[in-house]
């Protein structure tokens, strides 16, 4: 259990942060959709709901993907980490899951080329395996949703609860209401404008926390204090299994084991959340590539800086009086529920320092739910209402069907959030149980876009095998390491790690073993790009927009097919090569010498290492914060122009001033069976 800690805010804090941001945000969202459609002719129809007009530039993408990527796990877990396992924690933390977004810009730009029509990676795996294999990774999908939101509103309730007392039940009901408004209304752009807005606030609250540590507190101030601190720290208790006993070392068994987990574990969270490929989808394809390597490196430092800030800063403050668990230590339930952090930030600026994270994890957490909303709307909207029930659904059909989805979703995650809650079931526990139940389908998945000889058996029986395996696993580890399955013990290092190897490799048996028995596929890939857009033609002769614009739209979209396949076929190559070197830089030539050489940290080279990851975190602000702006700005200055001189753009005009032009960010109907193009 958590210790009893006094709430450094009154409720009031709590409630006006949920209610007052929350909605706010969901006014401005709303409003801003309606300024979209009066000033710059979009109009929200299925295809603008889904993907956002399939046109969005690199540097929202890379804010998207920032924003995605942000937990509420990855401030709060990463520094939990750091503080079990010291400075390795946070690195181990953040390379960890790095690898897996730039790894991904590779089947993002697969998806783009063998089914540029598809509005989830679903929808490519009925084209290729049909229904039965559909449904497996169906399973596998929602699943990954349902875990990553669980996370997120566990992870929220419980900081909530701990900063203002606001019950974890209130909060969990309430955190999702205004998410579910403005994605209601604006789809996926509203989205990314929403990732966009709250990926800054969160970078400049992580840069405040920063500097405050190691520039100007008066508890601690600069690297040299903490690194004083930190080695008073380790005499007074070391850690088992690190280096010297030392938190200031690379050198880590519990560190090292958790790296295993982690990347495991974040390989299902990235190739199996629909809400990336959702991103991939809605990237024009020329800004796929950059936007996903943009936000890959964009995020390494938010988990780095954060941990390294507070999680360095709760160990080094925990026997000042300003620590509030003083004179005690923080519990094993205390860190898995993510408390460090917050315990660390109420040390450094008082109220402060509490409201500043409370701020932060609110954003970070609804900034991804309102991505994991959207990713399972799509699923059931497309692949299970659209496929199975009307092929030929329209429009206005298919929104209210989304909407309908991301209601029902939110009120079920709320439901076994509170009984989570009730059953001591923490967010780190959820952290790292995910990789066992959800990754034996990520090599059935990649190899579904990625290689033409994988057999349907393989594809539809691997993912089942290998997580059966992974449980058991899992279990018998538990068992064979405690001799019990206590919450406790199961989510314990040791029968974690197991669980999630086996998850991800025993796969390759399978695969392996049906290759031999009924041998190679051999896919064309022709079906994939057969997958039709949604019919918007009602919706959008109902919105007044001139159709001409629409035929001139579908015009130059076929005009252009062959020259954007060539395009994706370049970067296909470039992200083959530079993320795989991206990759082994951050898992082996970064860490692996450190480890290795069983190196201390010497105080200028701490002092360094501190360094290096805030001045990255300005560069990551510049890239998510400054540049999506910069590449916008045309568009930005006729809108607001436009606003200000109470006009209106015509409705046949065709915007050329951003990348999301009037014929693409309204989506085009069905390519062969337009309404629009029998109106010729």
Known sequence: MTQAVPPALNQGYGYGIILGVGFAFAIFMITLTHILKRYNNEVVTSEMFTTAGRTMKSGLVASAVVSSWTWAATLLQSSGVCYRYGVSGPFWYASGATVQILLFATLAITLKRRAPNAHTFLEAVKARYGTATHFVFILYGVMTNVLVSLMLIAGGAATINALTGVSAVAAIFLMPIPVVAYTFIGGLKATFITDYIHGVAVLIIIITFALTAYATSDVLGSPSVVYDLLVKAAEAHPVAGNEGGSYLTMRSSGGITFFIINIVGNFGTVFLDNGYFNKAIAAHPAHALPGYIMGGLAWLPIPLVTAT??????????????????????????????LALPYAAVALLGKGGAVATLIMIFLAVTSSFNSELVATSSIFTYDIYRTYFRPNAGGKSLIWISHMCMVV????????????????????????????????AVIPATLTLLWDGQNKWAAMLSPVFGTTCAITAWLVTSKKTCGSLTVECTGSNTPMLAGNVTALFAPLLFITFSIIVFGFDKYNWKSMGLIRQADDHEMIADSGLDEEAQREAERRIRVNQEEEDQKLARAFKIAASVTVVMALSLLILWPMPMYGSRYIFSKPFFTGWVSVGIAWIFLSLLAVGVYPAWESRETLVKVTTTMLRGGRLPKRQVIEAEAVKWEESSGSATPVHSKVNDCK
């Open 309 to 338: 800030t507070l999680g360095l800063s709760a160990l080094a403050l925990e026997s000042s009086p300003r620590f509030p668990t003083f004179p005690n230590r923080m519990s094993e339930a205390d860190v898995s529920a993510g």
């Open 409 to 440: 979703y939110a009120i079920v995650i709320c439901c076994i959030s509170v009984g989570l809650w009730y059953n001591g079931i923490s967010m780190g526990f959820l952290y790292l149980l995910m990789g066992v139940l959800i990754s034996a």
